[in-house]
């Protein structure tokens, strides 16, 4: 099974960059479509992006198409989530999963191992 570590959470103000990243190991990372989800206070987690094992092929929520990337390097075992133009409702628990297979997919149950997760909190 694989080890997932997420890193590069942190406090930006509104129209601000984090790039997170997600480590993997223990496994060999080219098996595994990643997803990138997060949680804020109260709410139910959601999808926010997710890649297929070979990286040819993304997907993104609405509500974060066309500010987030998300992109891997096998050889490095690492997913990256690029967040750029942050606003204050991108502030939660953001959350690195792999799934085995080559597709990607957008529900967290789809989803058989989960990172500890990175806060990002965005100031308006």
């Known amino acids: 099974q694989v080890q997932l570590v997420e890193s590069g959470g942190g406090l930006v103000q509104a129209g601000g960059s984090l790039r997170l990243s997600c480590a993997a190991s223990?496994?060999?990372?080219?098996?595994?479509?990643m997803g990138w989800f997060r949680q804020a206070p109260g709410k139910e987690r959601e999808f926010v992006a997710a890649?297929?094992?070979?990286?040819?092929?993304?997907r993104y929520s609405d509500s974060v198409k066309g500010r987030f990337t998300v992109s891997r390097d096998n050889a490095k075992n690492t997913v990256w989530l690029q967040m750029n133009n942050l606003k204050p409702e991108d502030t939660a628990v953001y959350y690195c999963?792999?799934?085995?297979?080559?597709?990607?997919?957008?529900?967290?149950?789809?989803?058989?191992?989960w990172g500890q997760g990175t806060q990002v909190t965005v100031s308006s």
């Open positions: 890649i297929s094992w070979g990286g040819g092929s993304t």
């Open positions: 223990g496994d060999t990372f080219s098996r595994y479509s």
């Open positions: 999963a792999a799934r085995v297979g080559w597709v990607e997919a957008a529900t967290a149950p789809q989803y058989d191992y």
